[in-house]
């Protein structure tokens, strides 16, 4: 009898399992301010990773079995004295796009820091950490490197940079070169060689390489256009590694420029090529989302199909056969279902370290915060948010067009520079803070003059009285619409000022490379401080 219920079990728990696993899956994979992915495979298992701009840590490490379920594990640049982002480095400067590659038992990740020293490699065996120091590669200066190893065991270095003197042949010109690698040492090998400037004569911003070897034949992957409306993926053949690599007749092979604003998903590029266990061709890589023709959740990750296809060309990539575009839900890879677990959505602080969700801007280089009795503390520090510098403020993505984030603060001050609260943030120029104050509680709206420079507008929305030590801020998020509120308890909340909106931090209007983010902030706007403020808890939850 007990072997017959254990029969019964097995088979009602295989039947469960299977009415749970779903035929499709949904774009984006990863949401909210994940762009420029970068994948490969070990076994039976995914590792991604993506750039990360001025936020430490950097270049976060995210692990699937089925390439729809994700989660992070951990990041490649994870100690301040690994790289040093300083104060001054300026809005989306820092960690550009990164590929991850392993071989021969080893994790690769390779990026450039932009406004550091320039292009350099970390390693790790177990890909959770630790990473190593970086390795740094002293060459052409580029962007967007990535690793390649060929069939004798020889390492090679791409790059986005022009090294044939064609830099000013036209506007925007750019191009893909290649150069042998000692991998241990980041020395550069033999003389650097251009592989192309793109798929046409006047391309542009040609970057982002990959670079594949597929039934004997070479198959170069770039990103074409831009981030913007003219976003594309291209590829390059070649019998040889060291070309001549020609433009593929499907190119591109990916884009949604001929579409406008007439699709909801716009700017599609700057991808990577995986293949599974069972030989099938997948691609991972970067789109937005519009609402009202605003990106307010900037550049995310998407998946999509790839038939591996022999043309007149050579191996051609079709990205979705039979579609040819991104779509939202499609049928997922065939792959075993592999739910992680889900991020989350409430921090109680209980840890001894703030999670993988976490991150702050530039190097935290001071000790200004503590994980103390259930609480993040925040040190209230002279250095402020609209600065280029690392104050106190922790922030998460945001992950979707409809949020709610709040948090519930403990701060007593009685001096008028003393301000801690909740921020959503764009860059240093464009945020919304809204702040507890000495006796009010105050919503802040600043706004960037220009796409480019830190020069801004500030203004108060709306100042109230609030004398309390303890606050419940929150801010609620639907499309373009933002509202901010504040109360003694989440049960008691009240509005402050009028609804906000949140298009100002879109890429249409802010511009530029990082994302939208929302946290934890303390100040005492440029006077030393002794005082701390406290947070009890963090929420950060889709609604949608």
């Given at each position: 009898?007990?072997?017959?219920?254990?029969?019964?079990?097995?088979?009602?728990?295989?039947?469960?399992?299977?009415?749970?696993?779903?035929?499709?899956?949904?774009?984006?994979?990863?949401?909210?301010?994940?762009?420029?992915?970068?994948?490969?495979?070990?076994?039976?298992?995914?590792?991604?990773?993506?750039?990360?701009?001025?936020?430490?840590?950097?270049?976060?490490?995210?692990?699937?079995?089925?390439?729809?379920?994700?989660?992070?594990?951990?990041?490649?640049?994870?100690?301040?004295?690994?790289?040093?982002?300083?104060?001054?480095?300026?809005?989306?400067?820092g960690m550009f796009a990164p590929s991850i590659r392993y071989n021969n038992?080893?994790?690769?990740?390779?990026?450039?820091?932009?406004?550091?020293?320039?292009?350099?490699?970390?390693?790790?065996?177990?890909?959770?950490?630790?990473?190593?120091?970086?390795?740094?590669?002293?060459?052409?200066?580029?962007?967007?490197?990535?690793?390649?190893?060929?069939?004798?065991?020889?390492?090679?270095?791409?790059?986005?940079?022009?090294?044939?003197?064609?830099?000013?042949?036209?506007?925007?010109?750019?191009?893909?070169?290649?150069?042998?690698?000692?991998?241990?040492?980041?020395?550069?090998?033999?003389?650097?060689?251009?592989?192309?400037?793109?798929?046409?004569?006047?391309?542009?911003?040609?970057?982002?390489?990959?670079?594949?070897?597929?039934?004997?034949?070479?198959?170069?992957?770039?990103?074409?256009?831009?981030?913007?409306?003219?976003?594309?993926?291209?590829?390059?053949?070649?019998?040889?590694?060291?070309?001549?690599?020609?433009?593929?007749?499907?190119?591109?092979?990916?884009?949604?420029?001929?579409?406008?604003?007439?699709?909801?998903?716009?700017?599609?590029?700057?991808?990577?090529?995986?293949?599974?266990?069972?030989?099938?061709?997948?691609?991972?890589?970067?789109?937005?989302?519009?609402?009202?023709?605003?990106?307010?959740?900037?550049?995310?990750?998407?998946?999509?199909?790839?038939?591996?296809?022999?043309?007149?060309?050579?191996?051609?990539?079709?990205?979705?056969?039979?579609?040819?575009?991104?779509?939202?839900?499609?049928?997922?890879?065939?792959?075993?279902?592999?739910?992680?677990?889900?991020?989350?959505?409430?921090?109680?602080?209980?840890?001894?370290?703030?999670?993988?969700?976490?991150?702050?801007?530039?190097?935290?280089?001071?000790?200004?915060?503590?994980?103390?009795?259930?609480?993040?503390?925040?040190?209230?520090?002279?250095?402020?948010?609209?600065?280029?510098?690392?104050?106190?403020?922790?922030?998460?993505?945001?992950?979707?067009?409809?949020?709610?984030?709040?948090?519930?603060?403990?701060?007593?001050?009685?001096?008028?520079?003393?301000?801690?609260?909740?921020?959503?943030?764009?860059?240093?120029?464009?945020?919304?803070?809204?702040?507890?104050?000495?006796?009010?509680?105050?919503?802040?709206?600043?706004?960037?003059?220009?796409?480019?420079?830190?020069?801004?507008?500030?203004?108060?929305?709306?100042?109230?009285?609030?004398?309390?030590?303890?606050?419940?801020?929150?801010?609620?998020?639907?499309?373009?619409?933002?509202?901010?509120?504040?109360?003694?308890?989440?049960?008691?909340?009240?509005?402050?000022?009028?609804?906000?909106?949140?298009?100002?931090?879109?890429?249409?209007?802010?511009?530029?490379?990082?994302?939208?983010?929302?946290?934890?902030?303390?100040?005492?706007?440029?006077?030393?401080?002794?005082?701390?403020?406290?947070?009890?808890?963090?929420?950060?939850?889709?609604?949608?």
């Amino acid at each position: 009898m007990h072997l017959v219920f254990k029969i019964v079990v097995f088979l009602l728990s295989g039947f469960i399992f299977s009415q749970n696993t779903p035929n499709t899956f949904k774009n984006p994979i990863v949401s909210g301010f994940h762009s420029d992915p970068s994948i490969c495979r070990v076994g039976n298992t995914y590792y991604m990773t993506h750039p990360t701009l001025e936020w430490f840590p950097a270049l976060p490490i995210m692990r699937s079995k089925d390439l729809v379920n994700w989660e992070k594990i951990g990041h490649a640049i994870e100690r301040v004295d690994q790289i040093h982002f300083p104060d001054g480095l300026d809005n989306s400067l820092g960690m550009f796009a990164p590929s991850i590659r392993y071989n021969n038992g080893t994790f690769y990740v390779i990026c450039t820091c932009v406004g550091c020293n320039g292009n350099f490699i970390v390693t790790a065996t177990n890909p959770e950490g630790p990473w190593s120091d970086p390795i740094w590669i002293k060459g052409p200066g580029s962007i967007d490197p990535t690793l390649f190893w060929d069939d004798d065991g020889k390492s090679y270095f791409l790059a986005a940079g022009i090294v044939n003197g064609n830099r000013n042949k036209w506007p925007g010109i750019n191009g893909i070169f290649m150069q042998e690698i000692n991998v241990k040492t980041g020395g550069l090998l033999g003389e650097p060689i251009q592989l192309t400037h793109g798929h046409a004569s006047n391309a542009m911003w040609t970057e982002g390489p990959r670079l594949f070897k597929i039934n004997g034949e070479y198959l170069l992957m770039v990103a074409e256009g831009g981030t913007n409306e003219n976003h594309a993926i291209t590829v390059f053949n070649s019998k040889n590694l060291w070309g001549p690599y020609i433009p593929n007749h499907a190119n591109p092979v990916m884009t949604h420029r001929h579409l406008g604003y007439t699709y909801p998903i716009v700017k599609t590029g700057h991808g990577d090529l995986v293949q599974t266990q069972q030989g099938n061709w997948w691609a991972v890589l970067h789109a937005k989302r519009p609402i009202k023709g605003q990106s307010v959740l900037c550049r995310e990750t998407f998946l999509a199909k790839v038939e591996m296809t022999n043309q007149e060309s050579g191996v051609t990539p079709v990205f979705n056969p039979g579609i040819g575009l991104l779509q939202f839900e499609q049928e997922r890879p065939n792959l075993p279902w592999s739910p992680v677990k889900k991020i989350q959505e409430r921090d109680e602080f209980n840890n001894e370290k703030l999670g993988f969700e976490w991150i702050c801007l530039r190097s935290p280089i001071e000790n200004w915060y503590k994980l103390e009795e259930g609480k993040l503390k925040l040190k209230l520090r002279p250095k402020v948010i609209d600065s280029l510098v690392n104050p106190s403020f922790w922030a998460q993505r945001i992950r979707s067009h409809h949020f709610e984030i709040s948090t519930q603060l403990t701060f007593n001050t009685k001096k008028n520079n003393e301000q801690a609260g909740l921020v959503v943030y764009r860059k240093s120029s464009t945020h919304y803070q809204l702040l507890k104050e000495k006796s009010t509680i105050s919503l802040i709206k600043t706004v960037a003059l220009k796409q480019t420079g830190t020069a801004s507008t500030k203004t108060v929305v709306a100042t109230v009285p609030y004398s309390k030590d303890d606050v419940v801020l929150k801010v609620k998020g639907y499309n373009l619409d933002l509202q901010f509120y504040y109360g003694e308890n989440e049960n008691t909340l009240k509005p402050i000022g009028k609804v906000q909106d949140f298009s100002i931090v879109s890429d249409e209007i802010a511009g530029r490379f990082n994302g939208t983010v929302a946290g934890l902030y303390a100040t005492s706007n440029n006077i030393k401080s002794s005082n701390w403020a406290i947070f009890n808890w963090f929420q950060n939850r889709n609604i949608n």
